[in-house]
């Protein structure tokens, strides 16, 4: 069976940085677009980054670019989000999530993770 399970969440304060692991499983890696989502409380869930299925390709939404980094290894089928100078509004949950395209739009992915916790607050 397919699953993904999010790690790495936590308290930081402002301009700290937190690195999340998606670690899939019944899945390869190399065939799926892995993509982030986050989901504050109140708020729409929304997009944060997406890696290519095949290629190193990666989408940013406008308001992490500059900030978040996403990366894949192959080899331990596991999917990263890198993110530094974070801000108060960055506070979360988020998600990874497996689909078929290059694109934010959850409605395009089939497979979820249950989410970590990222709150940034001094």
């Known amino acids: 069976q397919v699953q993904l399970v999010e790690s790495g969440g936590g308290l930081v304060q402002p301009g700290g940085s937190l690195r999340l692991s998606c670690a899939a499983s019944?899945?390869?890696?190399?065939?799926?677009?892995i993509a982030w989502f986050r989901q504050a409380p109140g708020k729409e869930r929304e997009g944060v980054s997406c890696v290519g299925s095949s290629d190193d390709s990666t989408v940013y939404a406008d308001s992490v670019k500059g900030r978040f980094t996403i990366s894949r290894d192959n080899a331990k089928n596991t999917v990263y989000l890198q993110m530094n100078s974070l801000k108060p509004e960055d506070t979360a949950v988020y998600y990874c999530?497996?689909?078929?395209?290059?694109?934010?739009?959850?409605?395009?992915?089939?497979?979820w993770g249950q989410g970590t916790q990222v709150t940034v607050s001094s």
């Open positions: 019944g899945l390869i890696l190399d065939h799926w677009y």
């Open positions: 999530a497996a689909g078929e395209a290059a694109t934010l739009r959850e409605v395009l992915y089939d497979y």
